[in-house]
């Protein structure tokens, strides 16, 4: 039986689905906003990210313009100093070339000019060439790391002379003062690379002379504690604070027009930066533009411990003492031959020529020479095989010096294992070659005044061997600048040694004039 359903039920149940049905709305509502706000979330940051990433592009790309701009800047920067490196090395090589050619004519065409005239301006226009060359070829060496420092014995005090002396008259020539002022004490001799630092030096009172119009310059000297300081100052044209370092670059002389127009090809301070820091040292400059420039040198240069003997003056060549010496020149260049010729026989060397390798192996076999003066690039056998089949045959009896422009495969030598014995590099200074000829050969020059018929160089009488121990002591105390020790010295030794009167006496006037360079100079000689 069927009952009747209950009275107030429908309402209860409609109620019922109407909160039921709500509640899901709700809650669909609820998951929905939800997942809007999720997905505008996301939009957003996707949105920054992607504002994020382009801004991003956009400044690499400004970053990428500014880096081709400056690499465009640099490029045409290059390429402007390397015209005007073309333009100046054309005007460098065709002034020295014009002299030559210019004198070489009015010789061959028999003009009544002076020969030594001629001859002096053909060896400066020569050497300003070399110089050229030797620069460019500095910096190649440089770049792939073989250039060659030696360790010579030099004579600090003459060669800073000679160097101020070079320049003393081109100063003149414009106007300009030149002063050399040494501050203390110079040692007789250092130890360092003697052409790199007169190189160095030229490079600096170069430049103090050419950019200087008016007042002049003035090359400092002070030495201590084993370091000279050398400061070049000038009154010239002064250098602009953005262009103190650019100046050392190759080729670079800085933004002033003064500056561009004057000769050279902008290598002299990079070199001299360059060949400053190998030889232990550093090299700055100070500047105000328009009134002049401060270039300072510190190097390390150390005394030998002993003093040198001194080397002769080569004009004065007449012959040498001893046997006669056989020497062989093979080159295939003629005008070598023929230099060496000339300077060789009338020195009564025997001289052998022959202009390749194999003539000059078969003519080795016949004259048996002494020494061998060989040049690397020739037809056939290059310089390196004739000089190893020269060891074979004849192993260290005969000496070899290669004489040749291939300054690039230099090598020094003198190891005692090598093909050869000395390397000289075209052209060939004569005094360099007969100085490599007697060092190979142990010769004993004939000097000038010494050949029969011409009268002796009057020369102060030498110290006796009594007075050596009296000579190292006033040697110490001339670097200790100990005046009053000095003075006792040599009174010991004018009581010791009688026969050192007159030089003591010649030493104690230097002593007196507080001239403690001079003094150690005068007693070298007298040792």
Same mark, same amino acid.
């Given at each position: 039986?069927?009952?009747?359903?209950?009275?107030?039920?429908?309402?209860?149940?409609t109620?019922?689905?109407?909160?039921m049905?709500?509640?899901i709305g709700?809650?669909?509502?609820?998951?929905?906003?939800?997942a809007?706000?999720r997905? !505008?979330?996301?939009a957003?940051?996707?949105?920054?990210?992607?504002?994020? @990433?382009?801004?991003q592009?956009i400044?690499a790309h400004?970053?990428?313009?500014?880096d081709?701009?400056h690499?465009?800047d640099?490029?045409?920067?290059?390429?402007a100093?390397?015209t @005007?490196?073309?333009?100046?090395?054309?005007?460098?090589?065709?002034s020295?070339?014009?002299?030559?050619?210019?004198?070489?004519?009015?010789l061959?065409?028999?003009?009544?000019?002076?020969?030594t005239?001629?001859?002096?301006v053909?060896?400066?226009?020569?050497?300003?060439?070399?110089?050229?060359?030797?620069g460019?070829?500095?910096?190649?060496?440089?770049?792939?790391?073989?250039l060659?420092?030696?360790?010579?014995i030099?004579?600090?005090p003459?060669?800073?002379?000679h160097?101020?002396?070079?320049?003393?008259?081109q100063?003149?020539?414009?106007?300009?003062?030149?002063?050399?002022?040494?501050?203390? @004490?110079l040692?007789?001799?250092?130890r360092?690379?003697?052409?790199?630092?007169?190189?160095?030096?030229?490079?600096?009172?170069?430049?103090?002379?050419?950019?200087?119009?008016?007042?002049?310059?003035?090359?400092?000297?002070?030495?201590?504690s084993?370091?000279?300081?050398?400061?070049?100052?000038?009154?010239?044209?002064?250098?602009?604070?953005e262009?103190?370092?650019?100046?050392?670059?190759p080729?670079?002389?800085?933004?002033?027009?003064?500056?561009?127009?004057?000769?050279?090809?902008?290598?002299?301070l990079?070199?001299?930066?360059?060949?400053?820091?190998?030889l232990?040292?550093e090299?700055?400059?100070?500047?105000?533009?328009?009134q002049?420039?401060?270039?300072?040198l510190?190097?390390?240069?150390?005394?030998?411990?002993?003093a040198p003997?001194?080397?002769?003056?080569?004009?004065?060549?007449?012959?040498?003492?001893?046997a006669?010496?056989?020497?062989l020149?093979i080159?295939d260049?003629?005008?070598?031959?023929?230099?060496?010729?000339?300077?060789?026989?009338?020195?009564?060397?025997?001289?052998?020529?022959?202009?390749?390798?194999?003539?000059g192996?078969?003519?080795?076999?016949?004259?048996?020479?002494?020494?061998?003066?060989?040049?690397?690039?020739?037809?056939?056998?290059?310089?390196?095989?004739?000089?190893?089949?020269?060891?074979?045959? !004849?192993g260290?009896?005969?000496?070899?010096?290669?004489?040749?422009?291939?300054?690039?495969?230099?090598?020094?030598g003198?190891d005692?294992?090598?093909?050869?014995?000395? !390397?000289l590099?075209?052209?060939?200074?004569?005094?360099?070659?007969?100085d490599?000829?007697?060092?190979q050969?142990?010769?004993d020059?004939?000097?000038?005044?010494d050949?029969?018929?011409v009268p002796?160089?009057?020369?102060?009488?030498?110290l006796?061997?009594?007075a050596?121990?009296?000579?190292?002591?006033?040697?110490?105390?001339?670097?200790?600048?100990?005046?009053?020790?000095?003075?006792?010295?040599?009174?010991?030794?004018?009581?010791?040694?009688?026969?050192?009167?007159?030089?003591?006496?010649?030493?104690? @006037?230097?002593?007196?004039?507080?001239?403690?360079?001079?003094?150690?100079?005068?007693?070298?000689?007298?040792?």
């Amino acid at each position: 039986m069927r009952l009747p359903p209950a009275a107030g039920a429908p309402d209860a149940m409609t109620h019922g689905a109407a909160d039921m049905l709500w509640a899901i709305g709700s809650g669909l509502a609820l998951v929905a906003a939800l997942a809007f706000a999720r997905l !505008f979330r996301n939009a957003r940051d996707a949105s920054r990210r992607d504002a994020d @990433r382009l801004r991003q592009e956009i400044a690499a790309h400004r970053d990428t313009e500014a880096d081709l701009a400056h690499a465009r800047d640099a490029a045409e920067a290059a390429n402007a100093a390397k015209t @005007r490196y073309l333009v100046a090395v054309s005007h460098e090589i065709r002034s020295p070339l014009n002299a030559i050619f210019g004198y070489a004519q009015l010789l061959e065409r028999g003009d009544p000019i002076r020969a030594t005239e001629a001859g002096g301006v053909i060896r400066r226009s020569a050497e300003h060439l070399t110089n050229l060359v030797e620069g460019l070829l500095d910096i190649s060496r440089v770049e792939s790391g073989v250039l060659q420092v030696r360790q010579d014995i030099v004579r600090l005090p003459a060669l800073l002379d000679h160097v101020v002396a070079m320049f003393r008259t081109q100063a003149d020539a414009k106007g300009l003062s030149l002063d050399y002022v040494v501050e203390g @004490r110079l040692p007789a001799f250092v130890r360092t690379d003697e052409k790199r630092l007169r190189q160095i030096l030229i490079n600096l009172l170069s430049n103090a002379i050419k950019y200087t119009y008016r007042g002049g310059a003035t090359l400092t000297v002070r030495y201590r504690s084993q370091t000279a300081t050398i400061e070049v100052r000038d009154t010239g044209i002064g250098i602009a604070p953005e262009d103190l370092e650019r100046i050392f670059e190759p080729f670079e002389r800085g933004h002033a027009p003064d500056a561009a127009m004057q000769p050279g090809i902008g290598l002299g301070l990079a070199i001299t930066r360059v060949l400053t820091r190998i030889l232990g040292g550093e090299v700055t400059v100070t500047s105000e533009p328009g009134q002049g420039s401060r270039f300072l040198l510190r190097m390390l240069l150390p005394e030998p411990t002993a003093a040198p003997a001194g080397a002769p003056t080569y004009a004065r060549v007449t012959g040498y003492h001893g046997a006669r010496k056989t020497i062989l020149v093979i080159d295939d260049n003629p005008a070598q031959v023929t230099i060496v010729n000339h300077l060789l026989r009338p020195l009564d060397f025997a001289v052998f020529e022959a202009t390749g390798g194999a003539d000059g192996l078969a003519l080795a076999d016949h004259c048996a020479p002494d020494l061998v003066l060989l040049d690397i690039q020739m037809p056939g056998c290059n310089g390196w095989d004739v000089a190893a089949q020269l060891r074979e045959r !004849f192993g260290r009896s005969v000496r070899i010096v290669m004489v040749s422009a291939n300054a690039h495969e230099f090598r020094a030598g003198q190891d005692g294992r090598g093909l050869h014995d000395a !390397f000289l590099t075209k052209p060939v200074d004569l005094d360099a070659l007969l100085d490599a000829i007697a060092r190979q050969l142990g010769l004993d020059w004939v000097l000038a005044a010494d050949a029969p018929g011409v009268p002796p160089v009057a020369r102060p009488a030498a110290l006796p061997a009594a007075a050596a121990p009296y000579v190292e002591d006033i040697r110490r105390f001339i670097k200790l600048g100990h005046v009053r020790a000095i003075e006792t010295v040599l009174d010991d030794l004018e009581a010791a040694v009688p026969d050192t009167a007159a030089r003591v006496a010649e030493l104690r @006037r230097l002593l007196d004039a507080f001239d403690l360079r001079a003094l150690a100079r005068t007693l070298d000689d007298a040792a």
